[in-house]
């Protein structure tokens, strides 16, 4: 039996899996992406003001991820992911009908809780105990099929968008509104206690809060991972003035984004077997090291350069996802993993407040070097993930290996 089918196995053989991968593809539809920045200014934003809003979407996450993480390992998973996609349907109907900044911070608000509800808890509830033996096969079939539907989502987006720039965020928030109801199919799930006396919330937060700041690869990875976040995304909004200065039609826009995705989504469906050849410590260092190179070819001004860079932040963006859920998920105990994640997330949200506004000033100033600026810092974490990755990663894996020789 390949990788490829016992991922889709896992995924369309699972009761918690079925609705949860029903919901991605919904949810993968965001028609509005390809063309968000100018809508957004056509309802009077400028890219500062869009940047901010991406601050005040990390600020809600901050604030509610960890509480969500300790909720998640202690009750029902099922009823805060289903709150999640909730608030994201929420989030875009708001954003679909808002017409000044007040309406879209309180869009974005509501889309960080969305956030904040799904991170670590969503994937501790997928795959349970025995995550790191699922992770990067079935993470990696779900990230596909998102990604699939993302697709479908630009190409449309972007081609209502050049009849009417509403339309594509009108349609983004009623495939919205369908993710919410699938997953209200999902089955429960309430979490394995380890203890007959339960820890208190706040002893589970100490205890995951040490084990996060005693692993300097679980840090690097959960942290670096999430603080690097708010860099790959700005290039959804960042593409869409090269792309006008480079006067490709605004109905093509979406068909590059497609493009993206679908090498995204290609490469993550053979995620297993990429991370069996290469290894986990190069399959991350090749992620990263495309969103580097993409953002540094976006700062060349000629129209191939910057749809080849946008394609590499792209497949760069999603090609870290199995692989870090992979490491994460083998460093913490499951009973445990909400937690950790969420405030692991929660260290690299600061980074984010504080790194959008200055990618929107950047931007005012001039796009091409704000790329640029991007790519270089990316390029640096890329290149500290080597000395950590050999020095512990490598020994993690030896360890293994000379664990199951024994057996």
């Known amino acids: 039996m390949s990788a ?9 053989s699972s009761k918690s899996l079925i609705p949860m991968a029903l919901a991605m593809i919904a949810a993968g539809f965001d028609f509005y992406v390809p063309v968000s920045a100018f809508f957004l200014e056509s309802r009077g934003l400028s890219l500062t003001d869009i940047f901010i809003l991406e601050s005040v979407l990390v600020a809600s996450i901050l604030v509610a991820e960890i509480p969500a993480g300790i909720i998640g390992d202690r009750f029902d998973r099922r009823r805060l992911v289903g709150a999640g996609f909730v608030f994201n349907a929420i989030a875009e109907i708001l954003f679909a009908a808002g017409t000044n900044f007040s309406i879209y ?4 608000v509501m889309s960080g809780l969305s956030i904040a509800m799904l991170t670590g808890v969503q994937d501790a509830y997928s795959l349970g105990d025995d995550a790191d033996a699922k992770a990067v096969g079935a993470w990696g079939h779900l990230s596909a099929l998102m990604l699939t539907a993302g697709v479908t989502g630009s190409v449309v987006g972007s081609a209502l968008g050049s009849v009417d720039i509403s339309l594509p965020a009108l349609l983004s928030a009623a495939m919205a509104v369908v993710a919410a109801v699938c997953v209200a199919f999902l089955p429960k799930q309430n979490p394995k206690t380890h203890d007959k006396h339960p820890e208190t919330s706040w002893i589970s937060l100490k205890i995951g809060v040490k084990l996060l700041f005693t ?15 708010a860099l790959f995304n700005a290039v959804y909004t ?12 605004i109905a093509t826009w979406g068909v590059i984004a497609g493009a993206g995705q679908l090498l995204a989504a290609g490469y993550n469906y053979a995620a297993g077997r990429i991370e069996k050849r290469v290894g986990r410590k190069t399959a991350l260092l090749l992620a990263m090291g495309y969103g580097a190179a993409g953002f540094c070819l976006m700062a060349v001004p000629h129209v191939l350069a910057v749809v080849s860079g946008f394609l590499l932040v792209v497949v760069g963006i999603h090609a870290r996802g199995p692989i870090t859920s992979a490491v994460t998920n083998k460093l913490i105990p499951a009973h445990r993993r909400a937690t950790v994640l969420n405030v692991a ?24 070097l704000t790329v640029l600026a991007i790519g270089g810092v990316l390029l640096a974490l890329t290149l500290t993930w080597i000395p950590i990755a050999n020095r512990y990663l490598e020994a993690d894996e030896d360890a293994d290996m000379s664990e199951a020789h024994v057996s």
């Open 4 to 12: 490829t089918y016992t991922a889709r196995q896992i995924v369309w």
């Open 105 to 108: 911070a309180l869009s974005f």
């Open 215 to 229: 692993s300097p690869l679980l840090l690097y990875v959960a942290v670096g991972s999430s603080a690097s976040f």
């Open 238 to 249: 960042l593409n869409q003035p090269l792309f006008a200065a480079q006067d490709v039609p």
């Open 345 to 368: 997330s929660s260290v690299g949200s600061l980074v984010g407040i504080v790194v959008n506004p200055l990618v929107g000033l950047g931007a005012e100033a001039s796009t091409r």
